[in-house]
């Protein structure tokens, strides 16, 4: 089944797609750093249509929807160009958002999915790809198994998440 991914670049038609799957992967797996589980103030800052016209019209971000088949299984967020510690914006690119189904986690759509955003850095000749990841969870073991490695501590920018909840890794793989 996950040979047939497909990484489809957000258009305006797509839209509502990608704000449904965006918010309902982003509620089964992070629902817990939220009091009493309300996710509204991240909904509000990442999927509404208001935010992804402004996310468009960034040229140093990109956003694709993940497709198998016909399903939409999960999202993307890409910053093309980021200076991140001593990298340069020339040579940083910044994965933001990775975000799959529960349904269709475990099938190698993650695997995949890294193996596209490293194409686009190597096309985009970058040095390296950063992304956080939550301290707790299966991302950071995952990451950690994709050959990427932590290089500073961070945390959830929001301030209404749990506290115990907030830590996050900064991660880098070296291209």
Do not use: C
């Amino acid at each position: 089944m996950e040979t047939n991914i497909q990484f489809v670049k957000l258009k305006p038609e797509l839209y509502n797609t990608y704000i449904e799957i965006g918010t309902k992967a982003y509620d089964q797996h992070y629902k817990h750093l939220w009091p009493n589980g309300d996710t509204t103030t991240y909904i509000k800052n990442s999927f509404t249509k208001e935010v992804l016209l402004n996310e468009e019209n960034d040229t140093d971000t990109v956003l694709y929807l993940i497709k198998i088949n016909s399903a939409y299984v999960g999202i993307l967020k890409i910053t093309l160009h980021k200076q991140v510690q001593e990298y340069s914006k020339a040579d940083a690119l910044y994965l933001d958002k990775i975000y799959i189904l529960n349904e269709f986690s475990g099938k190698g759509i993650g695997s995949k999915s890294l193996k596209f955003v490293e194409q686009v850095a190597v096309d985009l000749s970058k040095r390296a790809i950063f992304l956080e990841s939550m301290q707790k969870g299966l991302a950071l073991p995952f990451y950690l198994s994709k050959s990427f490695s932590i290089v500073a501590n961070t945390q959830v920018p929001f301030s209404n998440v749990i506290e115990k909840e907030k830590p996050m890794h900064l991660l880098r793989k070296d291209i």
